[in-house]
């Protein structure tokens, strides 16, 4: 079983940058893409980006594309998500996610099988 272990979670101003990041707790050489989801109290749990292993494709939510980006460090098998221009609506729970595949990207939280715990962003106006 796979651990994933999140960090950069924290609580910004409006148009701040924070930079979230993702490993797996025992390196887990064979994993595959990796992404990020996020949920808001009472909202389903969303897409925000993913990224296939080799680095060289990803894949945004809605409107993300050019405020958020995902980056992969393939030899430490870590991923980094960038905020940027960070506003009230993108307050919730980030998740990090993997599944064995390593070059199909899926939208569906259903399709990936490994998670980590969770970490708060919090955008104060």
């Known amino acids: 079983q796979v651990q994933l272990v999140e960090s950069g979670g924290g609580v910004v101003q409006e148009g701040a940058s924070l930079r979230l990041s993702c490993s797996p707790s025992?390196?887990?050489?064979?994993?595959?893409?990796m992404g990020w989801f996020r949920q808001a109290p009472g909202e389903e749990r969303e897409f925000v980006a993913a990224?296939?292993?080799?680095?060289?494709?990803?894949d945004y939510g809605d409107d993300l594309e050019g405020l958020f980006t995902i980056s992969r460090d393939s030899a430490k098998n870590t991923v980094h998500l960038q905020m940027s221009r960070l506003r009230p609506e993108d307050t919730a729970i980030y998740y990090c996610?993997?599944?064995?595949?390593?070059?199909?990207?899926?939208?569906?939280?259903?399709?990936?099988?490994?998670w980590g715990q969770g970490t708060q962003v919090t955008v104060s106006s």
């Open positions: 996610a993997a599944r064995w595949s390593k070059t199909i990207i899926s939208r569906s939280p259903l399709l990936y099988e490994f």
């Open positions: 025992d390196g887990a050489g064979d994993i595959g893409v």
């Open positions: 990224i296939i292993s080799s680095g060289t494709i990803t």
